[in-house]
């Protein structure tokens, strides 16, 4: 219903005013009444009347003082002023400051009707526009997305050159550093976190995750986007206040929590900036189709493995007890479909986690053979030879 506030000095007025015409029927709402222009203005900021009948003469300040005070108050507000004769002039000036039409005293019910009828036409019509208005902002808004999106695929399925891509950037407002990374996640709607099954829609599942994973990277300098195989890519720009590595664990963690499924992810700095986005996305997406071709039980082994293999005790039956499954079948899967025993496993997802610390000059080795799990620097030294085929101090000085 439209609200209508009343206010006028008189008690015999305001009393006319409230029972002239059958309110209810006109889809108004008498909400309230003011005896002066101090308890209207206070009104006004705490009901926000659709309708105002305002009468010239009130104590404090007169309607017309109410009006200047409340111009912006009474933006989308009717004004409707109630005038004697001999106040004409002052009608004339409310005219200017806006106000819809004025009604001279005594008020005539006919007149008022017709005033009221224009007031409702006006303000239905308002309200049409704008909501009008708000479904074409709004396809604006989607379209320019699905255009935006429409670029970015062509960009990283390597559809257009170089200069095309800076052209777009420019065009979107998307603004990307130099230094780039991507991060590429699937959300695997058959495969749930753990406690209650929670079953999802596939778009309403992508359209979800999209939102939640735009609003983790919201403070940085990233874009988001979904491919055509429902996976979401994030393209950011990495900076040395950023913590880069932990950026895919905050997203996959929030999404896991979030919506209960699990989330396969890889992340990867790209190599020579716009142009080496493509190879990059190519890259990631086939190491996620090998993540996606695994059971649940070693999706769920590995995610473990990865988040704790700084933890220098973590063993088979640890991460077997964290998927609920025995030591034993869990070996034979790591086996089967990884083709390492768990002890291989454990020890690569080590060693490749040492070769990125020592990208650090300032971390010595026997702080990076900590951080990855080993109590000895010397067990660590000696392993890592045995991967990569060079010792630690000669592998960095040959990363220099």
Known sequence: MWKLLIADDEPKIRRGLKKVLPW???NIQVVGEAEDGRQALDLINHLKPDILFVDINMPFFNGLDLLEKMKQALER???????GHDEFAYAQQALK???????LKPVVRNKLESVVARAIETLENTRQYEEHHKWVDYQLKSNSILIRDKFLVKWIDHLMGEDEVRKNLDFFGLQLGPTLGIVLLKVMSHLDTGGTHR???RELLEFAARNVTEDVVRSESAVVLND????????????????????????????????EK???????????GIAGVPAAYRRLGDELTTKGSLSPVVVLAKRFIDRNYHQPELSLSEVANGVQVSPAYLSKQLKRELGLSFIDYLTKVRIEKAIQLMNDPAAK????????GYSSQHYFSNTFKR????????YRKGQR
């Open 24 to 26: 209810e029927e006109l």
């Open 77 to 83: 507000c009717v004004v409707i002023v109630i005038t």
């Open 97 to 103: 400051l806006k106000v819809f039409d004025y009604i």
């Open 199 to 201: 079953a999802w829609d």
């Open 228 to 259: 055509a195989k429902g996976q979401i890519i994030v393209l950011v720009t990495i900076t040395e206040a950023m913590d880069w590595l932990a950026l895919g664990d905050k997203i996959q963690q929030r999404l896991e929590t979030i919506l």
């Open 262 to 272: 699990v989330v396969l992810l890889d992340q990867s700095a790209v190599d020579d």
């Open 365 to 372: 080795v026997y702080e990076i053979a900590e951080m990855v």
């Open 387 to 394: 991967i990569t085929g060079t010792a630690p101090l000669i």
